[in-house]
């Protein structure tokens, strides 16, 4: 389907529709820009014109937890085996979603729409039920880090959180997919404050090439700790919420099969950017285990902060507490964007963010609903959050392999991917994902059973 098909108007469901609504007109207007760019072969425009979806996912899986588990693990292993190991997660992540943008524009349909039509409802149930149950988990763990970040800054919990709430309702209330995509891409820019933070460490440099040179030792062996932290951080990059984002995302902002390489780029570049701010966090907080800190005793990402003050400065200790807090920001907006459009496609509701409230009830009511409940949870006295944080990534690494089963059937459908399934390559690529997971699962269930 090239450009000029986009200009359709289209109904909720992907169908002709018999009045020109408001979505299709903004939709239609961003089209239009992007096809007078390419005839003018401005490509760096075109790029950023068409990037978002991509640097979004991949920015917006830097998340609250994901930066504790990083940090959890630099202070836990120091810089070693868990530098080179974070950037195999994220040449995973890119994979992945790079199969999300091709069934995107492929379809022109989101990911729970399609799994509805190409599987049927028993199957579209199972895999909504395994997004929400994994997007409630992860949107509580954002509040949590947007919570510790307050607390780092002496604010009370029911302040920032209240704060948090109050930003994710007003980005739904600009009631614009481009609008709304861009302002989350600023506030997504606060994910490289972990860099100065990892500079003010002093890292040694010749450490962390060897790092990547040999794969780093292994302080203290195979463990069960040593696992719970290899699934924290496949969690923290891979994630089920990220496939149904993107390939929303994709739909939403209109993007064609000619759109693809740029699509491709935009994920690409995604990819790196949050690499190097994972690789920061780490570094940041490895004079923790230098200090041989207990981090077992941490309540909350708060107590990074704190505790690397001595190390990195009050300077430092602020950017780690800053870009934690945006961590929670960016993606409480993006994942409970994710449930509203998974839930609006399931019921067959209209789903953008390009609609007015009344028209996109469902959908704003989903993010809406999500996110009060979420930020009630963590305000819940006493509640174990540094716990709930590292376990939430877990669960979400166990969530994946059927996520990317879907996945993988999807992209080889040539019946609605035609010339864009997949290749022998992407096959590979995909199938070592998933049995990686799994056996990543399976090895961390039998040490739970048998920890001896």
């Known amino acids: ?161 209240g704060a948090g709430v109050a930003l994710v309702f007003a980005s739904l209330a600009m009631r614009r997919y481009a609008t709304w995509e861009r302002t989350l891409l600023a506030l997504a820019a606060g994910n490289l404050l972990f860099i100065p933070a990892a500079l003010l460490a002093h890292p040694n440099g010749a450490a962390l090439a060897h790092a990547l040179a040999s794969w780093g030792p292994l302080p203290g062996g195979f463990t069960t700790g040593f696992v719970v932290l290899l699934l924290a951080n496949i969690g923290a990059t891979v994630t089920p919420w990220m496939i149904f984002f993107q390939q929303s995302a994709v739909v939403d902002k209109g993007l064609t099969r000619a759109d693809l390489t740029q699509g491709r780029i935009d994920t690409g570049v995604g990819a790196f950017i949050a690499a190097v701010a994972a690789i920061a966090t780490l570094v940041a907080a490895a004079p923790l285990y230098a200090a041989h800190a207990d981090v077992s005793q941490f309540a909350s990402g708060a107590d990074f902060a704190t505790a690397l003050q001595p190390f990195i400065g009050h ?67 006493g509640a174990p959050l540094l716990a709930m944080t590292l376990t939430v990534n877990v669960i979400a690494t166990l969530l994946m392999a059927p996520a990317l089963l879907f996945l993988l059937l999807l992209v080889n459908d040539k019946e609605i991917m035609g010339g864009l399934a997949n290749g022998r390559l992407a096959n590979i690529a995909g199938g070592a994902i998933i049995i990686g997971i799994a056996i990543a699962g399976a090895v961390y269930g039998v040490l739970t059973v048998f920890p001896s």
């Open 1 to 161: 389907m090239g450009d000029n098909a986009m200009l359709m108007p289209m109904n909720g469901q992907g169908g002709p529709a018999n009045d020109v609504t408001r979505e299709d007109m903004l939709r239609a207007r961003d089209r239009l820009e992007v096809q007078k760019t390419r005839a003018q072969k401005r490509w760096l425009r075109l790029l950023w014109l068409l990037a978002g979806p991509g640097v979004l996912v991949m920015l917006g899986e830097n998340d609250g937890p994901s930066m504790v588990s990083y940090a959890t693990t630099g202070a836990t292993y120091g810089v070693g085996f868990f530098v080179p190991f974070i950037l195999l997660t994220f040449l995973m992540a890119y994979a992945v979603q790079e199969m999300t943008v091709r069934l995107g524009v492929a379809t022109h349909r989101g990911h729970a729409e399609l799994i509805f039509q190409r599987f049927g409802p028993f199957w579209g149930y199972f895999a909504m039920a395994d997004l929400v149950f994994g997007n409630l988990l992860t949107l509580v763990t954002e509040f949590i880090a947007i919570q510790a970040g307050g607390l780092y800054f002496g604010l009370r919990p029911v302040v920032s959180v």
């Open 315 to 381: 300077a430092g200790a602020t950017l780690f507490a800053l870009g934690m807090t945006e961590a929670g920001l960016v993606a409480a907006a993006t994942i409970s964007t994710s449930s509203s459009y998974a839930l609006a496609e399931t019921i067959s509701s209209r789903h953008s963010l390009n609609l007015d409230f009344h028209t996109g009830r469902w959908f704003y009511g989903a993010a809406i609903f999500s996110t009060v409940l979420a930020a009630g949870i963590v305000l819940i006295p």
